[in-house]
Nanobody, 124 residues
């Protein structure tokens, strides 16, 4: 059983920055991929970024490319999302997720474990 706990959300003005963290626990934690997703009010959950746990290869949604950076600390079992130049449309609940599938990427159904989410609100 894998548990994921996000932290670091909050309220920030447009143009500001926030750093999110996702700490994993559980003896079976051995993912191929970790991802970040978000869900805005009234909208479906969408992919934000993902990172291969071993190689560190990253991939981003077009909407955040160049503004967000995903990283991980394997020893700490933690994945991070550094968010810069935030926009009001970045508002939402941010979730981290873990996948045991080798080729998991942008589809939420490829991810097996999810955190409870952390709220990010960007004011204009």
């Amino acid at each position: 059983q894998v548990q994921l706990v996000e932290s670091g959300g909050g309220l920030v003005q447009a143009g500001g920055s926030l750093d999110l963290s996702c700490a994993a626990s559980g003896r079976t934690f051995s993912p191929y991929t970790m991802g970040w997703f978000r869900q805005a009010p009234g909208k479906e959950r969408e992919f934000v970024a993902r990172i291969r746990w071993t190689s560190g290869t990253q991939y981003y949604a077009d909407s955040v490319e160049g503004r967000f950076t995903i990283s991980r600390d394997n020893a700490k079992k933690t994945v991070y999302l550094q968010m810069n130049s935030l926009k009001p449309e970045d508002t939402g609940v941010y979730y981290c997720a873990a996948s045991g599938r080798l080729a998991a990427s942008t589809d939420e159904y490829e991810y097996d474990s999810w955190g409870q989410g952390t709220q990010v609100t960007v004011s204009s």
